[in-house]
């Protein structure tokens, strides 16, 4: 097991325990929290296996509901966005762009932004979708999609620069 193999598997147990425990007890205004567990799903190298991701994404989604006592709207939000996640990396760096192997080794700094933007409003929106599950809650969708996705981009942001190339 290399190295790489380590500090990913290291940050996945990491991100299901502390995102519970931790993280979900940050309330902004009361009712927003980031959810920083996303931060797998960014850090984990765009070119490894497709299949394991997406079951890795469901595993973290699952115990992520499953400590945090939720309904399942973080495990079809994470596996949706593992699904995903390909198109969002060819929507932030282009199609005919060389796509890095890795988020954290790509120097292009706003390719780099537009990924966790897409990524995290992405998940933030579906989880919300499920979390509702109204068209009556259509603003609060909105609303707590916006709050929440700019304090875990904020979050995810910064620590992801401890993660060195």
């Not at 973290?60 to 593992?82: C, E, K, P, R, S």
């Not at 060819?90 to 933007?117: C, H, K, W």
């Amino acid at each position: 097991m290399t190295r790489e193999n380590i500090v990913l598997w290291a940050t996945f147990l990491a991100l299901l325990f502390f995102q519970p425990f931790v993280f979900n007890q940050f309330q902004l205004f009361g009712s927003i929290n980031p959810l920083v567990y996303l931060l797998f799903l960014v850090l984990y190298p765009f070119d490894q296996e497709q299949a394991l991701f997406i079951v890795l994404g469901f595993c973290l989604g699952l115990g992520i509901d499953f400590l945090g006592q939720t309904a399942g709207a973080h495990t079809v939000a994470t596996l949706t966005t593992a699904f995903v996640r390909p198109k969002l990396i060819r929507y932030a760096y282009g199609s005919t762009a060389e796509i890095p192997a890795r988020y954290i080794d790509d120097s292009r700094t706003f390719n780099n932004f537009l990924f966790l933007v897409f990524l995290i409003t992405f998940h933030h929106f579906l989880y919300f979708i499920m979390v509702y599950f109204s068209w009556d809650a259509l603003g609060l969708i909105a609303n707590n999609t916006f709050f929440t996705s700019l304090f875990s981009l904020l979050l995810i942001s910064l620590i992801s620069r401890f993660y060195s190339k």
